[in-house]
Structure formats: C-alpha cells, structure tokens
C-alpha cells in the first residue's frame, strides 16, 4: 500500500559528499518516525539516522557530524545529506516509515512497517 523509493545513490571518492532522497506514496509521512539504514557487503545492516514526526534527529555514532537527516513534508519525503564521506560508509541504503502514529520515542528497528528497495552508494579510497 505505501512505497518508498530511495534515490541518489552513486560511487564518490572518500571526502566526498552525496544526497539520499525517499519519496513516499500512497501515505504521507508527516506524522510518523522516518529513518535511514544501510547494510555493507558481507554486515547486517545497521541503523544511520531517524527523524521523528516533531522533526527531533538521532544518528549513528559513526555518522555524527557527517550526516544530516531532514524531512520535507510538503513533498512527502526525507532526504539523508552524506558529508565527508569514508569508504566505510559503502553499503545499501534504505529508508523506513514507523507508522505508529506520533510514537513517543524513536522506534527499534523492528518497529519499521515499510522499507525502500534501497540505493548504493559506493565509497572509493
């Protein structure tokens, strides 16, 4: 009923920087938890970054400082801005809704209702 589609993915130099774009349809997103996880070849995947439905943000320690994660709700999408990018950051990225409406606290992973089918991103050096 709702998909997510991850866009904006691409292979960058380490230092580099790329774009992460999901855009929802079916359901908007406006009152729900958004986040971004990315699984590396050969890992599990790992959470990156969530933004709530007040837009409070939390990220992975590894990506503090690097990573901006924000949400348009006008366009019903979230956008994960990657900075400084390291050749660990290489994986599958992808997007997840937590419906559960104005969830007071940021949901675990399993706690996700629907994923994106994800964009890699590939990070040279």
């Not at 079916?26 to 970054?49: C, D, H, I």
């Not at 943000?57 to 400084?84: C, E, H, P, W």
Request: aromatic letters at 14%; charged letters at 20%; one cysteine or more.
């Amino acid at each position: 009923q709702v998909q997510l589609l991850e866009s904006g993915g691409g292979l960058v130099q380490a230092g580099g920087s790329l774009r992460l774009s999901c855009a929802a349809s079916g359901r908007t997103l406006s009152n729900y938890f958004m986040g971004w996880f990315r699984q590396a070849p050969g890992k599990e995947r790992e959470f990156v970054a969530l933004i709530s439905w007040s837009g409070t943000t939390y990220y992975a320690d590894s990506v503090k400082g690097r990573f901006t994660i924000s949400r348009d709700n006008a366009k019903n999408s979230v956008y994960l801005q990657m900075n400084s990018l390291k050749p660990e950051d290489t994986g599958v990225y992808y997007c997840a809704v937590d419906f559960m409406k104005y969830r007071g606290r940021p949901p675990t992973s399993n706690e996700y209702d629907y994923w994106g089918q994800g964009t890699q991103v590939t990070v040279s050096s």
